[in-house]
């Protein structure tokens, strides 16, 4: 077997080093940024610091802010200088840029889409958004963004979620929910205990528990890259611990995420979450948008009319489940739906999306399915000499542990894209008619379709290992059956849900 190339995965996520992006995985802070988000800008950037807190629909004083009386836009015409020229002065600084993105995309997002807010305030319709970006916004989050990785539109990690929590007290850390806060928001999210700020804290809440979900995973790989001197029996104990730890960390972060429904009411959603809608698939865009002073992006000053259409906020691209996918290798059906799931790993901090890729590829190039599950065909199960009859014994077990945890992960898997299922249906479904999600997929049809396949993963394992001989145990028995009404019940819900709007689920 070829020697594998490792991954720079950071044990010290060096949060004092300013030359690093801020997004780099690390065992410790997992999908997390290298440090706790920046908050506060330099002084030169005091226009649009003053913009952004007196932006929200309920300001931090509780008064009532621009997006309230719809004078964003006049305010970003009257007040806001082109400060392209100050963020080169600190360029070297990628934290900091990442602060800036973070803070420009929040502007971009508002200004854009403040019809909307006002025409849904009134009628319960979307109507067209503001289509020309000023280039007093556009130059400066085109250069962030080419700095950063990102593309020059709000993205979750790198803007609204992710780089958009500060500590109440410093001291206390992440350890607890309470001591987070937003930094910016668009409704009443300075407001901790309201539905915005639930809604990103929650997310916030789940990736501090990824630190584990890397580093199991790299030792799931490790397990099944065996130099000339290891034994079998020590590469599946190490698997099999590390697919409990992976099991433990994917519990932990569901129980996080169930959280939702109390921290972010479902009634509450549609009033901010028009603010986070995308330009591409969307009724507001239907020509895109023209970003003035940036030539196709790249924030040199040029002019272009060209229009630009890029996907909005999604908690689909965070990058904990996709690992799992990657790592466990579920195949996903060949349909536009899937497409749609490729073309989001854009919208990824670059470091992520390049150590997603890396798993992916060492999953396949050491074959780790198919060893961890002992299927047929496989020729490295076994890598030690002859064995005992006891010993035999003990390692069909360490097998059988082995296919247990597997499928118990697979389940995990399943439970959090269920309940994000569940959250589509009764924060989105019931109470808008609005044919696409924030980042421009189709809403009845495009969660169903990755869990879809994750339950058709674990049905085909699940009979793969039980022909191979696998005792999984009732345990197992009992999650194969709750899986299978989920299926049948998915089924159901999707097949009503698209008679009821008119959406063929085959051209979806």
């Known amino acids: 077997m070829e020697v594998p190339v490792k991954f720079p995965v950071l044990d010290d996520p060096r949060p004092d080093d300013m030359s690093l992006p801020a997004f780099m995985v690390s065992t410790r802070r997992g999908f997390l940024p290298r440090m706790d988000p920046i908050v506060s800008l330099p002084p030169e950037f005091d226009p649009l610091e003053s913009l952004l807190q007196r932006m929200p629909i309920k300001t ?49 997002s508002a200004y854009l889409l403040e019809p909307c807010h006002q025409r849904f305030v009134r009628t319960g319709e979307y109507g067209l958004a503001r289509d020309v970006l000023p280039a007093n916004i556009a130059r400066p989050i085109a250069r962030c963004a080419a700095l950063c990785g ?112 109390s921290r972010s009411r479902p009634r509450a959603y549609t009033s901010f979450r028009t603010f986070i809608f995308g330009i591409a698939a969307q009724s507001m865009f239907p020509r895109g948008v023209v970003y003035e002073g940036v030539g196709d992006g790249n924030g040199d000053g040029s002019s272009s009319s060209k229009r630009v259409a890029f996907r909005g906020e999604s908690g689909a691209n965070d990058s904990m489940i996709p690992l799992m996918d990657n790592l466990l290798a579920i195949p996903m059906p060949d349909t536009p739906l899937t497409a749609i799931l490729r073309d989001f790993r854009r919208y990824r901090p670059s470091n992520h999306r390049e150590f997603l890729e890396w798993v992916g590829a060492e999953a396949e190039r050491v074959r780790l ?140």
């Open 60 to 108: 931090l004083s509780g008064e009532p802010g621009l997006l309230a009386r719809g004078e964003l836009g006049d305010a970003v015409t009257k007040e806001l200088p082109d400060l392209t020229d100050r963020i080169d002065k600190y360029q070297h600084n990628l934290p900091l840029m990442n602060a800036l993105y973070r803070d420009y995309s929040f502007l971009a």
């Open 150 to 261: 990102f593309q020059p539109f709000m993205e979750y990690a790198g803007s609204y979620a992710l780089f958009n929590y500060r500590l109440a007290d410093p001291a206390k850390g992440l350890d607890d929910y309470s001591n987070l806060r937003l930094i910016r928001a668009f409704e009443h999210g300075l407001d901790s205990a309201s539905s915005e700020a639930g809604f990103v804290l929650v997310h916030v809440e789940m990736v501090k528990h990824s630190g584990p979900l890397v580093s199991a995973a790299l030792t799931c790989l490790d397990a099944a890259s065996p130099t000339p001197s290891s034994g079998s029996r020590e590469e599946r104990l190490k698997l099999n611990a590390a697919l409990a730890t992976l099991l433990t960390s994917l519990r932990r972060i569901n129980a996080v995420m169930e959280t939702m429904w």
């Open 369 to 508: 399915k198919d060893w961890a599950l002992a299927l047929a065909g496989d020729d490295h199960v076994v890598r030690g000499g002859e064995e005992e009859e006891e010993e035999e014994e003990e390692e069909e077990e360490r097998v059988n542990e082995s296919r247990r945890l597997w499928l118990q992960v697979l389940d995990q898997v399943r439970d959090f894209r269920w309940r994000h299922w569940c959250f589509a249906r009764e924060y989105i479904l019931k109470r808008t008619n609005h044919p696409t999600a924030t980042g421009g997929s189709p809403i009845v049809t495009w969660l169903p379709n990755q869990l879809q396949a994750v339950l058709d993963e674990m049905g085909r394992l699940y009979e793969l290992v039980g022909a191979a001989g696998g005792k999984l145990g009732k345990e197992c028995e009992d999650m194969m059956d709750l899986a299978q009404r989920r299926r049948e019940m998915l089924g159901k819900e999707v097949r009503k849900l698209c008679e009821e709007r008119g959406i063929n689920r085959l051209d979806a």
